[in-house]
């Protein structure tokens, strides 16, 4: 049986230390996991500092974006990540609370789930919105992703051809288009 590869995106992120350390060193640690998990790390964006978002509302956050290659869809994937969340202490308390890591599936080849339309729905809806509502299941690419300094700097950083499935549009174009986050590179 031939398998078939496929690239993907992955955001690392954390702003409180786990067991394994401060974030830089938890996000490093989840980097070589994922090594150990069947999924090969082709590239990794450099550190970026990012504060958390409501102001004040905790430590600034470590963002790391990282390209793999992978022959799991995008739900196996998914359960993967969240195996190595809980080995990092990852707790899920309330959205968008300090952690000690978050590690997101922003694209999976040019795949658009659950469809084009829950994907809008999704990349649409405001932030009191978003604060009370989650998606019942995955959605690709991550519907934020766009919106997101700390993710698109750090992801054109590794692949600036990088096309968003949906908008049509480059990273490159993408980051051109925004007034970039406060965030320094590490």
């Not at 990794?44 to 290659?69: H, L, Q, R």
């Not at 992978?70 to 202490?89: C, G, P, Q």
């Not at 609370?97 to 978050?102: F, G, H, L, V």
């Not at 698109?152 to 950083?157: M, R």
């Amino acid at each position: 049986m031939i398998k078939i590869f496929k690239t993907a995106f992955v955001a690392f992120g954390g702003n409180i230390n786990s067991s394994h350390g401060e974030p830089r060193a938890t996000i490093s640690a989840a980097l070589k996991m994922l090594e150990s998990t069947s999924l090969t790390v082709l590239k990794t964006s450099g550190f970026y500092s990012t504060p958390a978002v409501p102001e004040g509302s905790g430590p600034s956050f470590i963002n790391v974006v990282a390209k793999i290659s992978t022959n799991f869809n995008a739900y196996e994937l998914l359960n993967k990540f969240h195996m190595i969340e809980n080995e990092f202490d990852r707790r899920r308390i309330k959205r968008w609370s300090p952690r000690s890591i978050d590690i997101d599936l922003l694209t999976l080849e040019n795949q658009v789930l659950p469809s084009t339309v829950e994907f809008l729905r999704w990349a649409t809806l405001n932030i009191d919105r978003q604060l009370l509502e989650t998606p019942k299941s995955l959605v690709l690419p991550h519907p934020r992703l766009h919106h997101r300094a700390f993710v698109l700097l750090p992801l054109n950083e590794i692949d600036k051809t990088w096309v968003h499935p949906v908008f049509k549009k480059s990273v490159n174009q993408m980051v051109e288009e925004r007034e970039p986050d406060a965030y320094k590179n590490i």
